[in-house]
């Protein structure tokens, strides 16, 4: 049986916005039943088509993990940053609060005490053009905005966190699973950001290589068509 390949993306965000009511309706299409703390981290996997209907198709292993978000555990949270292929930042729709820490979470992971291969260590959010931070560390970001449920839907609209970034924001409520149904434009954009995941890890793969070996080298990756920038 042929091995899959996987990539991981971290689940950050502010204890209680909702990470693991997420994660659990990503990974099993319902709603969790009973909803707990996350201490540490919890790992859940779900399957994914990159690039589903065309040649280049492959199957592969999705990983969320899902951090736990008190702030008694951020000195060991590092330990789970390691390696990251992309980011899903979630927030609360009724907290304003949580969707401003937001910037505090990518600041800590990308500024995380780990030999990083592909992130550039910044001192402080607001001191970085974002396009440019972009132009150096393609990291695919995912914004969402939970507990749609709580908010009048006809006046909800896209955070400022994700438009500072040009990042897709998906809104729901976790415990409907319409808002994720197969063919939704929230399903799409989910289909979308793990294709650019995982043509992440394979840019950030050949790098590494043709640092440590040489451009002129033969890469051990796959070949430039698959992971060539992603199209819309």
Known sequence: MTAIDRVRIMVLGD????????????????????????????????????????????????????????????????????????????????????????????QELINHDVNQTSLTSISSMDEYDPENFFGNTPMPILVIGTKLDQIDERKSTTGTFASQFGADEIILDTRQARYLAAGSSNAVKLSRFYDKVIEMRYQSQNRSFNERFGSNSVSPVLPSKFYSPHQD
Do not use: M
């Open 15 to 106: 204890s209680g916005v909702g990470k693991t009511s997420f994660v659990h309706l990503v990974a099993h299409n319902e709603p969790i039943r009973s909803p707990s703390w996350t201490v540490g981290c919890s790992v859940e996997v779900k399957l994914h088509e990159y690039k589903e209907g065309t040649k280049d198709q492959k199957t592969y292993f999705i990983e969320f993990w899902d951090v736990g978000g008190s702030n008694n555990h951020r000195n060991t949270r590092p330990v789970f940053y390691n390696p990251c292929h992309g980011v899903i930042l979630v927030h609360d729709l009724t907290n304003r609060k949580s969707e401003l820490n937001l910037h505090k979470w990518l």
